[in-house]
């Protein structure tokens, strides 16, 4: 069945950084721009990043941009978000999630089930 | 920056009420609007998008509108499981932009 695994999550130190992974499975990764989405403990949800289909375009929400890199390895069906210089308000639960195929729409159809990133001395 | 603002940002119904959700975007974004639930302790589900298509699985008891800048998800008869955050997402043509709006608390009363 199609699938969104995600990890890397973690407790790590003010200013380091950490790279999540998502293994993709069930549908034709290479065919599908995909998203990072994250969530603050107790807070709604903030996108965070997107790549195209084929890792040529991606986009950054304000809050990471410069700091968080969006990339993806095709042959292995994996996405990534290299996390650097985390802050504590980077403390989040982090999903990966799939554009529907659906031409003209961007929305998210199959998420992860997330990943717990926790930024603390 | 389009900024998306939903009302209420809680609310609290019977079992059988019709519930209704509006979210607003600051500019025009056509219908590039999405609706998503988030049950308590779970994943985001995607409900409607392209503002009034019902996603394959969900109950047709969900319903989106609208167009432009203002948009409204409804419950037409409120049940238990509906229990949850909803929230709205806007989405571009073009990559970029796709903020969700802040949710709403849907509780049994």
């Known amino acids: 069945q199609v699938q969104l695994v995600e990890s890397g999550g973690g407790v790590v130190q003010p200013g380091r950084s950490l790279r999540l992974s998502c293994a993709a499975s069930?549908?034709?990764?290479?065919?599908?721009?995909m998203h990072w989405v994250r969530q603050a403990p107790g807070k709604g949800l903030e996108w965070v990043a997107v790549?195209?289909?084929?890792?040529?375009?991606?986009y950054y929400a304000d809050s990471v941009k410069g700091r968080f890199t969006i990339s993806r390895d095709n042959s292995k069906n994996t996405l990534y978000l290299q996390m650097n210089s985390l802050r504590a308000e980077d403390t989040a639960v982090y999903y990966c999630?799939?554009?529907?195929?659906?031409?003209?729409?961007?929305?998210?159809?199959?998420w992860g089930q997330g990943t717990m990133v926790t930024v603390s001395s | 920056d389009i900024q998306m603002t939903q009302s209420p940002s809680s609310l609290s119904a019977s079992v059988g009420d019709r519930v209704t959700i509006t979210c607003r975007a600051s500019q025009g974004i056509s219908n590039y609007l999405a609706w998503y639930q988030q049950k308590p302790g779970k994943v985001p589900k995607l409900l409607i998008y392209a503002a009034s298509t019902l996603q394959s699985g969900v109950p047709s008891r969900f319903s989106g509108s609208g167009s432009g800048t203002d948009f409204t998800l409804t419950i037409s008869s409120l049940q238990p499981e509906d229990v949850a955050t909803y929230y709205c997402q806007k989405y571009n043509s073009a990559l970029g932009g796709f903020t969700f709006g802040p949710g709403t608390k849907v509780d049994i009363k």
């Open positions: 069930g549908f034709t990764f290479s065919s599908y721009g």
């Open positions: 790549i195209s289909y084929d890792g040529s375009n991606k």
């Open positions: 999630a799939k554009q529907i195929a659906v031409a003209g729409t961007r929305a998210f159809d199959i």
